[in-house]
């Protein structure tokens, strides 16, 4: 019961008058008060209720932005004062006082803060927690106190500032020459370091060299030498790059490793001629790839009417189909195309159900995500033995879900699809009601 009470806490639907009760019953559970705690709807007085509760949910309250600078004592609650710091919504007087705190885990996370005053950076530059100076490393905008972390005697430090995107390239040129490897190693990957500097580390230890791989300014020779890398990962970083050229894509489309062949797919800018090689030499995963979502009318209705339904599947998971083009997938004799295709709006509810009964369970999962499914469709899945966990877990969450399938989510085995449930405005306010009264009944008595 209790997960099911902190998913009922989120449901937009839950009356004024139980959301009352359950803040009382936060007084006395803390993971209900962070629930609670993102509700938009929110009064003031509950806010300020919930927020006196402890820290946590403040915090939570504080990035919701429900909480205010003057609601806050820096002194008493640090870490919500940090939080409307990070939100740039906090008074700046408190960042020296809080660069004092005696608790390195307060001063850590205020050196991420943005904005931070001249003087507050300088305290936290000198600070005695080598922690505390590497976050301000790793995330101040300052160059000249990042030219003063890149001295530091100790490795973590320079580290992070070699890490750092606002570092001068001049300054990232120089911690390539470092003697600690996993300085050069960040420095190499950084995207703000000179391409033709971090080329220079294409011989240096494997670690720098993953992480060179990773760097989108490097000259085409260095991208085809670091194809030759015999580490996989190497290779899979330079799938991902955007600084990669054509014949490079060609010569990675056809490497050993059948993940740098998957992230090579994921590549933005490849041809389509090789998406739809790598359609059948790899599993590409349920992911919409980005060559496929910006392919152009002509594209589509090409990949559409291939013979390969592996690739008709990569275009039937877009969601903005020309509707030709999306009644014929959802007519495709292959289950997986269909499915793919069947959470697609636009599809009418006699094509939906025309789904089901051709493949039955095997589309289940994406008929129960499309946003203009039916309720009797919905409560027909529900109702299917067995129903595949994710179908479920979609049908707990949709808008259309009805009383029935709702109750089957409800008492599922599976924790995700019951809290599903039980957030969702579409259940009976009886049912919140239930389930509400029920949890608060068995709250000990205060």
Known sequence: MPSLL?????????????????????????????????????????????AGRDEETAVRLAYGGLLRAADVDP????????????????????????????????????GSCPGLPDETADLLAVDESVDVVSELGLYSERPDLLVRL???????????????????????????????????????????????????????????????SEHPGLPAAVYHRLAEDPAPWVRGNLADNPGIDLPLMHRLAADDDPDVRRRLAH??????????R???????????????????PAEVTRLAA????????????????????????????????????????????????????????????G??????????????IAATEPVPVKALRAIAAHPHAGPAALARCLASPDERTAEAAAANPALPAEVIAALTEEAAAAEPDR
């Open 278 to 296: 790598l359609a059948v030499t790899v599993r590409i995963g349920a992911a919409l790839l980005p060559r496929v979502a910006a392919a152009g």
């Open 367 to 380: 008929l129960a995500a499309n946003p203009d499914a039916p309720t009797a469709l919905l409560d027909r």
């Open 75 to 110: 002194v008493t609650r640090p870490l919500v004062a940090l939080a409307l710091l990070d939100e740039g919504r906090g008074d700046p007087a408190w960042a020296r006082q809080l660069a004092r705190d005696p608790d390195p885990y307060v001063r850590m996370r205020l």
């Open 150 to 212: 890149a001295a530091h005697p100790e490795a973590e430090v320079r580290r992070w500032v070699a890490a750092n995107e606002a570092a001068p390239p001049g300054l990232l040129t120089a911690l390539l020459a470092d003697r600690d490897v996993l300085v050069r190693r960040q420095a190499a990957g950084n995207p703000a370091t000179p391409g033709t500097a971090a080329a220079r580390h294409v011989d240096d230890e494997p670690t720098v060299r993953h992480q060179l």
């Open 306 to 365: 291939s013979s390969e339904p592996r690739v008709r599947m990569l275009v039937a998971r877009r969601r903005d189909l020309p509707a030709a083009v999306r009644d014929a997938l959802a007519a495709d004799p292959d289950a997986a195309v269909a499915n793919s295709v069947a959470p697609h709006p636009g599809l009418t509810s006699a094509r939906l159900t025309a789904l089901l009964d051709r493949f039955a369970a095997k589309v289940a999962t």
């Open 6 to 50: 902190y998913a009922v806490a989120l449901n937009p639907a839950l009356p004024p008058e139980l959301l009352g009760r359950l803040i009382e019953a936060a007084d006395a559970d803390g993971d209900l008060a962070e629930a609670l705690a993102d509700r938009p709807d929110l009064g003031p007085e509950q806010v300020c209720r919930l």
């Open 267 to 276: 590549h933005p800018a490849i041809p389509l001629d090789l998406v739809e």
